[in-house]
């Protein structure tokens, strides 16, 4: 119970920054900030795979229906690109990655995913002439995504662990605490 309260709070949270994202201005005009993403990088490294799929689908979902792209190919592009993150954050999340890899790997592969999407959906290949430019851009907000995360997890975490987790972690095991 305890652990769908915190997920439902991090899924509203990260739905309002995708909402919120549409009204800020990008260098481009078809990309995004993605700084809904570092709640789902948090959930994929501290949490695990389902619920940080559940999470990115939600948020995809919710904050794309509050813009009003809900089903549109922004909306799939999205989506998909936030399932295949949270997906690639998680397994390398066990490898040991800290934030900042894994929100680098996470922004790569949500942005090779939209470019298949984008791709699938014009029947077109020349989307990928994009890579570097979506990669050049995913790096910046990468970075900012792994600093949300990193914040976010360690006074989520640090605050409120015994309320939402009932194994006690050892220190160097605390939830929220890896860069």
Do not use: C, H
């Not at 800020?24 to 995004?32: A, E």
């Not at 592969?109 to 050049?136: D, H, Y």
């Not at 976010?152 to 987790?165: A, H, K, W």
Request: glycine share 10%.
């Amino acid at each position: 119970m305890r652990k769908i309260a915190l997920l439902s709070i991090l899924t509203a949270f990260s739905s309002i920054l995708y909402a919120v994202e549409n009204f800020l201005p990008f260098p481009v005009p078809f990309g995004r900030w993605g700084f809904s993403n570092s709640v789902v990088l948090l959930v994929a490294s501290e949490i695990g795979l389902l619920d940080a799929l559940i999470v990115s689908s939600a948020k995809s979902i919710i904050g794309s229906l509050f813009g009003g792209r809900f089903l549109s190919p922004s909306f799939l592009t999205g989506f998909f690109g936030a399932i295949s993150a949270a997906i690639v954050e998680t397994l390398l999340a066990k490898l040991g990655f800290g934030y900042l890899g894994l929100s680098f790997a996470g922004s790569f592969a949500n942005n090779l995913v939209q470019l298949i999407v984008i791709s699938l959906l014009l029947g077109n290949t020349k989307t990928f002439l994009l890579l570097t430019v979506m990669v050049g851009l995913g790096l910046i907000s990468a970075s900012a995504n792994a600093f949300i995360a990193s914040k976010m997890g360690g006074i989520l975490f640090e605050n409120y662990s015994s309320f939402f987790f009932a194994e006690e972690k050892r220190v160097d095991e605390t939830l929220g605490n890896r860069v």
